[in-house]
């Protein structure tokens, strides 16, 4: 019994693996019952609140999830051109300069050489345990090496989860709720004719403004 609790606590959790449809659509179910519930809560107080109201009792939350279907589509394609964009961006560009590959190879056989020397200026004069400090001492440029390409794959991580991000708000959480914002004045209600009244009066205005202008005064022919 006690080994089997000490290797639950040293052991690593598994972690659940899931997609990314499957991530967004459970953040989408959750904020749909929540903005229903704020419907609810709010219907009695403004006309918007209660066509909401009865939005969902007639299948709001439906045409959301279909909305979400079609907007998810669009996001996976255009994910997947920028991940195999950013996937190939490194290994084209260092199969390209090939300069630049050269020096990066000469400079960790460079690194090594300068560990060995510094190695053995330090610990002058010739010993055996030169023969244990050699490998010590590559293997120490080695891991700096790997420090540093650690931090440039790690930029990379969180420059394609920027983009990602940005992705995820101009093709799916950016047109779903401009679809929900504008659902109220475009589902046949009093509040769609009231913006299309309110579309047309400066345009009437305008022309009543035409008719009604005074007439050109008449010009004077010059004596």
Not at 164 to 182: I, M, N, Q
Not at 189 to 194: I, N, P, V
């Amino acid at each position: 019994m006690a080994r089997e609790f000490v290797t639950k606590t040293l052991v690593r959790p598994q972690m659940p693996n899931l997609s990314e449809h499957t991530i967004c659509s459970a953040a989408l179910a959750a904020w749909l019952d929540g903005l229903q519930a704020e419907t609810l809560r709010r219907s009695g107080t403004h006309p918007i609140w209660k066509q909401l109201a009865h939005g969902f009792d007639a299948g709001l939350k439906m045409q959301a999830q279909d909305r979400f279907g079609q907007e998810f589509r669009s996001f996976e394609l255009k994910e997947t051109d920028e991940l195999d964009r950013a996937a190939r961006a490194v290994p084209e560009y260092l199969s390209q300069s090939h300069g630049l590959l050269n020096t990066l190879r000469l400079g960790t056989v460079a690194l090594d050489v300068c560990a060995v020397g510094g190695m053995l200026y330090a610990t002058w004069l010739p010993a055996w345990y030169h023969l244990l400090l050699l490998p010590v001492a590559v293997s120490a440029t080695r891991q700096a090496v790997e420090v540093a390409v650690t931090q440039v794959v790690d930029s990379g991580r969180n420059r394609v989860r920027h983009q990602r991000e940005t992705l995820l708000v101009e093709h799916l959480t950016g047109p779903l709720a401009k679809w929900l914002g504008d659902w109220p004045t475009s589902s046949g209600s009093t509040l769609e004719k009231l913006q299309q009244v309110l579309g047309r009066v400066p345009q009437t205005i305008r022309e009543l403004s035409g008719f009604v202008s005074p007439p050109p005064a008449p010009t004077v022919p010059a004596a």
